[in-house]
């Protein structure tokens, strides 16, 4: 099989500078695969299909005797199994099942270790022959279940299962809320590298992230306060990187959830302000709008005390801080990529 190598150099900042270098052999058929799926044109990559199941290899002779596999049989144990929905096509159901023995993927034997043959004496994880196939193939398996060999129906491979539910700085520019003289953003793992990141809020990311998206029912993502501008609105505040709890005592959801009951609230003070303006007046009667009762905003911060805002002030404060700042527009906040959530 023919390799392509890759190399690193790595600067290491020490005394002696010294340089690593750090190489790695990257068989050719993974390479073709990768660079058949470019779509150059589009800008596009075919993603390669999830592998269903997790194994584990059958070289412990303990481990043959505790699943009754004979000294004649080689393949890898399944452990357990994706939970896929049937869609429609009759093939698509995974057929195959923890404790069953898979002997052979398409035409390929697999051995005790995980490896299958390519060609001549050389060998590759039994992994890379579904890497190497398109979302949609089929594949086809061969296991050894109750003391019999079974050819399993085509299974064709989904999409890559869903780790996080965007990535930030990778499939798109960071998601922001400024409302008054505050940046928001929504939590992601990479907050807990950055110095102002406290414990707790780190604590936070991580098993926020570590719990999708199994535990993710009915949740869509913690709000970060992570700057406060300096503006006479924001005066005594000073505390950010702070997780925003609840707005006017209304549990926040998510970033989008707190930029609609914003925009609500400004729309509550514009239409004070616009029926003043179109009340009309009898003749001698004092024309002049009456001051609006203030509309107050509350943000409960984790662990801290609120942030109080008068709505008409805060929202004069936000255009002026965007023009300070040069931010071209007071939020941005993408809908969810289905890829990945």
Not at 74 to 83: E, F, M, Q
Not at 265 to 285: I, P, Q
Request: glycine share 4%; with cysteine.
């Amino acid at each position: 099989m023919t390799y392509i190598s890759v190399a690193f150099r790595k600067k290491v900042s020490t005394k002696s500078q010294k340089v690593d270098n750090i190489g790695y052999l990257i068989p050719a058929v993974l390479v073709r695969a990768f660079l058949g799926r470019v779509d150059a044109k589009n800008g596009t990559y075919q993603l390669s299909g999830t592998i269903p199941y997790r194994s584990h290899s059958l070289e412990n002779h303990s481990l043959r005797l505790a699943h009754r596999v004979p000294d004649s049989i080689h393949g890898v144990l399944i452990t357990s199994v994706a939970d896929e929905a049937n869609d429609g096509n009759e093939y698509s159901p995974l057929q195959l099942q923890p404790g069953d023995i898979l002997t052979k993927i398409d035409d390929s034997e697999v051995a005790d270790d995980g490896q299958v043959q390519l060609r001549g004496d050389e060998l590759i994880q039994h992994a890379y022959l579904m890497r190497v196939k398109k979302k949609d193939e089929p594949v086809t398996f061969t296991v050894y279940r109750n003391g019999k060999h079974i050819v399993l129906n085509p299974h064709y491979l989904k999409d890559i299962q869903p780790i996080i539910p965007r990535w930030e700085n990778v499939d798109y520019m960071p998601n922001y809320m400024i409302l008054g003289s505050l940046v928001l953003l929504p939590a992601f793992l990479d907050m807990r590298n950055f110095r102002q990141c406290g414990h707790l809020l780190k604590a936070d990311c991580i098993e926020s992230y570590r719990r999708w998206p199994r535990e993710w029912d009915g949740k869509e993502g913690l709000v970060v306060l992570t700057e406060i501008f300096a503006h006479e609105l924001s005066f005594s505040y000073s505390r950010a990187w702070r997780r925003v709890v609840s707005y006017n005592g209304e549990k926040i959801k998510s970033l989008e959830h707190l930029q609609s009951l914003w925009t609500a609230s400004c729309a509550l003070v514009a239409k004070s302000v616009e029926d003043c303006n179109n009340t009309e007046y009898d003749e001698g009667e004092q024309t002049n709008c009456p001051e609006p009762e203030s509309t107050f905003v509350r943000l409960e911060l984790e662990n801290d005390d609120d942030i109080v805002f008068e709505v008409n002030a805060a929202m004069k404060a936000q255009k002026e801080v965007m023009a300070t700042h040069a931010i071209s527009k007071p939020y941005n906040i993408l809908p969810p990529n289905p890829k990945y959530c």
